[in-house]
């Protein structure tokens, strides 16, 4: 036990003083974790052996990083970048490959093992370059997006991989695993639900699995999501989504696939579900931490033995394999038309192996497809690759970026269809009704509500809404806040709505608070906490039922209309001398300015107000349409005289 | 020494903008002129409810005041309509103290979807647009301003297919600047059916561009 807490702490120590440091130097965290993992790995030695296990369980932030991927792709928003993917993404790993299966042909490697190579090396790093991009805000370029498409692409790439590796099976391989399989049977046969089956079956039993994240995914996810939601309990919700995550990587592991592309899967499916943000804002700090370790674990894991032996050949490969990626990814560049810095970015960034490539390469040695000692070898080019990425994003950044902003204009304004998300906090009677209004005129919304229930009935009538707190930062977070032009808050818990309006003003001040207030108390105290729009949530129809009744009351219905039009007008005027009299009032007794009372006061100024205006607000009701004198022509003749 | 610059008020009446092809134009251009206050009303008092005291001030504020808007039904826009309604009091543009008005100069610029054949006593509108806008015309009389002829767009839904549009802006803009100097021949420009063409003679170069 002591063991374990002193390696946990130094793997802590070492992330938290080397992370910010990184970021403090410019260098991204993901290279701050691989330089803490080098540091306390080869470089001091705190840490060693348990590297190989560690990295085991590290590898579950890639299958978090994924989950929460998949969480983000829509099946429409698929099928909207198919071109891209498609076309990029097919075009990248089909000639990255080919090239790569050459060169190894050319060293003189078997077909299938040289092929394989090329597939491993074909992939990118997810993780870091989603992680990068994300901290130096390069989502939205153009090569940001091309990238992500490309990724997207080899993430989904990976399944007919994983299903063609167990083909280039070398004979020689399997005969010599063959040999050995007595020892290892037993341990082999608790872990796996596929070890010597037949191919057919084998293939038969993957298909299964997937079906089952789909179809369970698709089905049973939202009555247990619903069933623990009702209860209430956070901390449950975040025990399920875990449960959910494990419980689909273990299954994945079980059946031999990778439990990464299992949960990609899984996020997939859930996407369109209500329960997507909350899922997200419980997985996001696990897979952060997780990433974190894994990427410590790249860096400790780098054997310089090894690499000082090998460290021509490992060098020569690392640079050669890059070299091949980028000038591929600059070619499509070239066609797929991107410009400017955006085409070094999308081949900058993507020059490296990936995660992924370690999956693969212990998957092909499982499989018998690559010897062992060439596995270690390239899992060394995989990681050094990996390393060297940060520093290909400040070479963009202090070399490229500069070149092209001397020359380019300044970054184009935003399109359209990127403007404007609202989010709407709260969708009762109030926040629905907003809701709709701004969908019917085709604005973007992304709708939150606590009660599940309600959730459910707004899904039934085809409302996208989503289950979750809206005050939780971590929710606002993943619903896109940042992105957000307009944050709606039409929750019922006055004060978090108080809290929730100060909260974003101070930590997203370009997001207007569009807020509905309880009353005209809680009106002041969402004004003083910055909202830039409040409405009393019965002011309007109070006001509307006013005139109707006047109406009713024999009143013709267009003067009872400017009766109604001044009333408001005299409020909007007294609005601000009220609200300093409030603020005014709240700081000299702070908590103890008892609410009725301030209430009361404020009505009699507004009814001192009316009166004081009395004659002015007359006159201002009759001024309108107001015929000339009855003797004013007799009038004007005079003056003409 | 210098003359001192007229100060113009331009009142902009379109209840469909996104449709606007040559007034939305109009509007625009004369946002950047530093003489002049560009009003869009229909944004102003989307319900319509007119605050009589700002419109007023506007007014007194002011030394030239242009009506800009597309010719409905052979006048304003109802915006434009229920703004002289309500602003125009007895005791402030007309009556025996109603002096405030007293002295600006005033005009209508206006885009007619019909060509100009069709606004001629032969044609099928039967009236010219100076006949078509007399109302307002008297509206300035009573209230004591210098009327001038309408500036006038004709087959304004097909201006922009023709290329007639920039022109037009131009020759609008060249008019704002003329009144802004005070170097237009009021008179001259009052006794002609179109202001388009007291401009033509104002500043031939410019106007001939379209």
Redesign the interface.
């Known amino acids: 036990m002591t063991a374990y807490f002193i390696q946990a702490f130094i793997y802590l120590c070492a992330a938290v003083i080397a992370v910010p440091l990184a970021k403090r130097l410019g260098l991204g965290s993901v290279l701050g974790y691989l330089i803490a993992g080098v540091v306390i790995g080869p470089i001091v030695g705190l840490v060693g052996s348990e590297t190989n296990t560690l990295q085991h369980f590290a590898e579950f932030g890639v299958v978090m990083m994924l989950f929460l991927v998949g969480l983000e792709l829509e099946p429409r928003m698929l099928w909207d970048m198919r071109n891209k993917l498609i076309g990029l993404g097919g075009l990248q790993i089909g000639i990255t490959t080919a090239v790569i299966t050459a060169a190894g042909l050319y060293f003189g490697l078997v077909w299938s093992v040289a092929f394989t190579v090329g597939l491993i090396f074909a992939l990118s790093s997810t993780a870091i370059v989603l992680q990068t991009f994300s901290e130096k805000d390069l989502n939205k370029t153009e090569g940001g997006k091309n990238a992500f498409s490309v990724l997207l692409f080899q993430d989904i790439a990976v399944i007919p991989m994983l299903a063609l590796i167990p083909l280039l099976a070398l004979p020689e391989l399997v005969e010599k695993a063959q040999s050995v399989v007595g020892q290892a049977a037993e341990h082999h046969e608790e872990l796996s639900l596929v070890a010597g089956l037949p191919g057919w079956a084998y293939g038969i039993t993957v298909l299964l699995a997937i079906a089952a994240v789909v179809v369970g995914g698709h089905y049973l996810s939202r009555p247990l999501f619903r069933y623990v939601a009702s209860s209430g309990l956070r901390e449950i919700f975040t025990a399920t989504a875990l449960m959910l995550v494990i419980g689909i990587a273990a299954l994945m592991s079980l059946v031999g696939l990778s439990p990464a592309l299992g949960t990609f899967l899984a996020g997939v499916v859930l996407a369109n579900s209500e329960f997507r943000h909350e899922l997200e804002s419980n997985i996001e700090p696990f897979k952060g931490l997780l990433l974190g370790l894994f990427f410590i674990t790249v860096g400790a894991g780098i054997d310089f033995g090894v690499l000082a032996s090998n460290i021509d050949p490992v060098l020569g490969l690392t640079a050669g394999v890059m070299l091949v990626k980028a000038l591929v990814l600059l070619a499509l560049a070239f066609i797929f038309k991107i410009r400017n810095s955006d085409r070094w970015l999308f081949a900058l960034s993507l020059a490296q192996a990936g995660e992924f490539g370690f999956v693969l390469l212990s998957y092909t040695v499982q499989n018998h497809v690559i010897p062992t000692d060439l596995a270690q070898m390239l899992s060394l080019v995989v990681a050094l690759s990996m390393f060297l990425t940060p520093g290909l994003f400040i070479f963009f950044d202090k070399v490229i970026l500069p070149r092209y902003e001397k020359s380019e204009n300044k970054p184009e304004a935003d399109e359209i269809t990127e403007r404007g998300t609202v989010i709407i906090a709260g969708v009762g009677r109030f926040g629905q009704m907003v809701n709709r209004f701004l969908v019917a005129n085709k604005i973007k919304t992304v709708v939150l509500d606590q009660s599940v229930d309600q959730v459910a009935n707004l899904r039934k009538i085809n409302v996208k809404s989503f289950y979750g707190d809206a005050t939780q930062p971590d929710l606002l977070h993943t619903a896109g806040i940042e992105d957000a032009t307009m944050l709606v808050i039409a929750i019922d818990n006055n004060e978090r709505a108080v809290e929730l309006t100060q909260y974003i003003k101070h930590t997203y001040p370009k997001v207007m608070i569009y807020a509905r207030a309880f009353d005209r108390g809680h009106h002041f105290e969402l004004k003083h906490a910055g909202a830039d729009f409040i409405v009393s949530e019965t002011y309007h129809s109070a006001l509307e039922l006013g005139k109707e009744a006047l109406i009713a009351l024999g009143v013709h219905p267009f003067k009872a209309e400017q009766k109604k ?1 001044t009333l408001r ?1 005299l409020e909007l005027c007294y609005k601000d001398s009220l609200y300093e009299m409030w603020k005014k009032n709240s700081e000299d007794s702070k908590y103890s300015t008892h609410f009725r009372e301030l209430f009361i006061e404020l009505e009699t100024a507004i009814s001192k107000a009316m009166k004081s205006e009395h004659l002015d607000e007359q006159a201002r009701v009759e ?7 009855k003797d ?1 022509e007799k ?2 003749n005079e ?1 003409e005289e | 020494m210098p003359e001192e610059r007229k100060k113009i008020l331009v009142l902009f009446a379109h209840p469909s903008q996104e449709r606007s092809e040559v007034n939305k134009l109009l509007f625009k251009a004369s946002q950047t002129h530093h003489d002049v206050t560009a009003i869009d009303l229909y944004r102003e008092y989307p319900t319509f409810h007119i605050n009589i005291d700002r419109e007023q001030q506007r007014l007194v504020d002011h030394d030239v005041i242009i009506f800009l808007f597309p010719l409905h039904w052979y006048s304003t826009p109802a915006i434009l309509k229920q703004w002289q309604d309500l602003v125009l009091e007895y005791g402030f543009a007309y009556g025996t103290d109603g002096t405030a008005l007293k002295g600006k100069t005033f005009f209508c610029a206006t885009t007619a979807g019909g060509n100009e054949k069709a606004y001629q006593h032969e044609g099928y509108n039967h009236f010219s647009i100076r006949e078509l806008l007399y109302p307002i015309e008297q509206t300035a009389n009573l209230t004591g301003m210098h009327y001038l002829a309408p500036f006038v767009l004709f087959s304004s839904r097909n201006a922009s297919e023709e290329g007639r549009v920039t022109g037009h802006i131009d020759a609008f803009n060249a008019l704002l600047t003329s009144l802004a100097t005070s170097t237009l021949d009021l008179s001259h420009a009052a006794s002609l059916p179109l202001l388009n063409r007291a401009l033509m003679q104002e500043t031939p170069e410019t106007y001939q561009t379209r």
Do not use: K, L, V
């Open positions: 039009a007008e001024r309108g349409w107001t015929p000339p004198p004013y009038r004007m003056s």
